[in-house]
C-alpha cells in the first residue's frame, strides 16, 4: 500500500492551478503578449535552423526513427515529441535572437514553445489549449527562480535560465497532457532531479553547448518529465518542502510565497522581453540608445570622434570584445553608426569584424561598466555620451530600451523583426501567413496544420 505523503498548502495550491491552467481562459492583454511572443519564437527558431548550432542538432536528430510525432521548424522532419522539442529548442536558441524574462536571467520561449508544440502537434490539439500552455510555462519558468532568487544562484557558478526553462517546458507539456494536481507534483519532482545548469556555458565561443543548455536540453527534459509521469512514473509529491526540498537546496533565502502570490492575476509573461535587435541583451539598451541620438542628431560613422557607453556592471563581461559577433558590443555598435540598424544577417556576419571600418570604429568606443545601472530585475539600461569631429557632442540614456515590459514592442516592430528572421528560410509571402496564422492561434483548431506553413 502507497504511504501517504506529506504535502504542503503551498504544494497543494501551486499543483491545483497548473492542473487547471489549460481550462482557465487567458485575460485579453495576457493573450495580446503570449502571441508576440509567439511570433518572435517561431522566427528565433527558423532562422536558428541555418546557423550552426541548429545545423547540428538537426543532423543529429535526423537518423532515429520513432513515431512522427511533430515537426522540426525549417525542415521538413517529423520526429518524436523529445527530438523535436531538442531540436527546435537548440534552434531557438541559436544565438541571441530570442526573447528573455530579464528579472530571472531566462529565455522561457525558446524551451516552453518547443515542448507545447510537440504536444499540441501530436496530440492535434486547439490553439487556444497550446496558448493557455505557453502561459502557464512561462509562469512556472520564472516563479521557480524567483522563488530560489536567481543571482545568488548565479554567483555560485550554476545557471539559472536552463533549470527555469526546465520548469517551465514541463509545466506546458504536463497540461497540455490533462495531468491532475497529484501529477503536477511528480513532474515538479522529475525536473527537480533533472535541474541542472552551469555558468561554464559563457565560454562557449560556437553557441553549441549554450543553445543545448539554454534551449534544447530545458525543452527535452522538461517535455520528458511530463510524458514519463503521464506514462504512470511516480514520485514524491512535494519537492518544494520538507527536509533537503528543492528550493532549501539551492537558497539560503528563499522566498517561497512567490510560488503563489497572485497565480491568476500576475502574469509572468507580461514581464518578459522581446528583444528589438536580434543580439544579446545586455546590448539592447546600448542600440536603442545610439538609435535614437543618430536618428535625432542625424550624424553617421565617420562624424564620430568619440563613443562612450556605460551599461550594467555585471553586464560588462558578457558583451566586452566578444568574439561571436551577435553579442559583441563594439562589433554591434559600429554596425548602428555605419547602417543605422541591425539585421540579422549583420548581426551574424563573423567575418566582417575584421573589415578595417569596423575596425577602426572599435577604437573609438569606450565600454563603462556602470554599479548605478545595475539592476537585477531590469538588464536593458544604457547611458551614451558622443562627441562629434565637429566639436558637438549629445547624451542619451534608457533605463528601459525598446522591447522591456516596461516599453514594449509594437505588433508591427515584433513583425518586422520577425520577417527578416524567416523571410530568408520561408520566403516573404509564407513567413507573413505564418505570422498571421499564429496572432489567430486561438481560431486554430489542430496546432498540426501549421506544419505547412513552417517546414521549409
Not at 522591447?403 to 513583425?415: I, K, M, Q, Y
Request: glycine share 8%.
Amino acid at each position: 500500500m502507497k504511504k501517504k505523503q506529506d504535502i504542503s498548502p503551498l504544494m497543494r495550491e501551486l499543483s491545483a492551478y497548473m492542473a487547471a491552467a489549460i481550462r482557465r481562459k487567458l485575460p485579453r492583454e495576457v493573450a495580446e503578449r503570449a502571441k508576440l511572443h509567439l511570433v518572435d519564437t517561431f522566427a528565433a527558431i527558423i532562422s536558428g535552423t541555418r546557423l550552426i548550432p541548429g545545423k547540428r542538432v538537426i543532423g543529429y536528430i535526423r537518423p532515429f526513427h520513432g513515431a512522427p510525432e511533430a515537426g522540426v521548424m525549417g525542415t521538413r522532419i517529423v520526429t518524436t515529441t523529445v527530438h523535436a522539442a531538442l531540436a527546435n529548442g537548440m534552434s531557438g536558441h541559436a544565438d541571441e535572437t530570442d526573447d528573455t524574462h530579464p528579472a530571472t536571467r531566462t529565455h522561457p520561449g525558446t524551451s516552453v514553445i518547443p515542448a507545447a508544440l510537440a504536444i499540441a502537434e501530436r496530440d492535434r490539439l486547439h490553439g487556444e489549449a497550446m496558448l493557455r500552455a505557453m502561459v502557464l510555462g512561462y509562469e512556472i519558468c520564472a516563479r521557480t527562480l524567483l522563488a530560489i532568487k536567481a543571482m545568488p544562484l548565479m554567483r555560485t557558478g550554476h545557471h539559472a535560465g536552463a533549470r527555469g526553462q526546465l520548469f517551465g517546458a514541463a509545466a506546458a507539456a504536463a497540461a497540455l497532457l490533462g495531468l491532475n494536481a497529484r501529477r503536477m507534483r511528480y513532474v515538479l519532482s522529475y525536473c527537480a532531479q533533472q535541474a541542472s545548469g552551469l555558468y561554464t556555458l559563457l565560454r562557449d565561443t560556437e553557441h553549441m553547448e549554450k543553445a543545448y543548455a539554454m534551449g534544447g536540453m530545458p525543452a527535452q527534459h522538461g517535455i520528458e518529465a511530463a510524458l514519463m509521469v503521464a506514462a504512470g512514473f511516480t514520485g514524491v509529491e512535494d519537492v518544494l518542502s520538507g527536509e533537503y526540498n528543492y528550493i532549501s537546496t539551492y537558497s539560503a533565502d528563499p522566498d517561497l510565497g512567490v510560488l503563489v502570490r497572485g497565480l491568476g492575476r500576475e502574469y509572468e509573461i507580461m514581464r518578459g522581453g522581446i528583444k528589438r535587435w536580434p543580439v544579446g541583451a545586455p546590448i539592447q539598451g546600448p542600440l536603442h540608445v545610439l538609435n535614437e541620438l543618430m536618428r535625432t542628431h542625424g550624424f553617421r560613422a565617420a562624424d564620430v570622434a568619440e563613443l562612450i557607453v556605460h551599461i550594467p556592471e555585471r553586464e560588462l563581461g558578457v558583451v566586452n570584445h566578444r568574439q561571436m559577433s551577435d553579442i559583441s558590443l563594439q562589433y554591434l555598435l559600429a554596425v548602428m553608426l555605419l547602417e543605422g540598424t541591425v539585421t540579422f544577417a549583420a548581426a551574424h556576419d563573423f567575418t566582417r569584424m575584421g573589415d578595417p571600418r569596423v575596425r577602426k570604429l572599435h577604437r573609438l568606443i569606450k565600454p563603462v561598466g556602470d554599479p548605478g545601472l545595475t539592476d537585477p530585475l531590469r538588464r536593458w539600461r544604457s547611458i551614451m555620451h558622443i562627441k562629434l569631429r565637429d566639436g558637438r557632442s549629445f547624451s542619451h540614456q534608457t533605463l528601459a530600451a525598446r522591447g522591456t515590459f516596461e516599453n514594449p514592442l509594437t505588433r508591427d516592430e515584433v513583425d518586422e523583426k520577425a520577417l527578416d528572421l524567416m523571410a530568408p528560410v520561408l520566403g516573404t509571402r509564407r513567413s507573413r501567413e505564418l505570422m498571421a496564422a499564429l496572432y489567430k492561434i486561438q481560431d486554430i483548431r489542430d496546432v498540426r496544420t501549421l506544419r505547412r506553413l513552417y517546414a521549409a
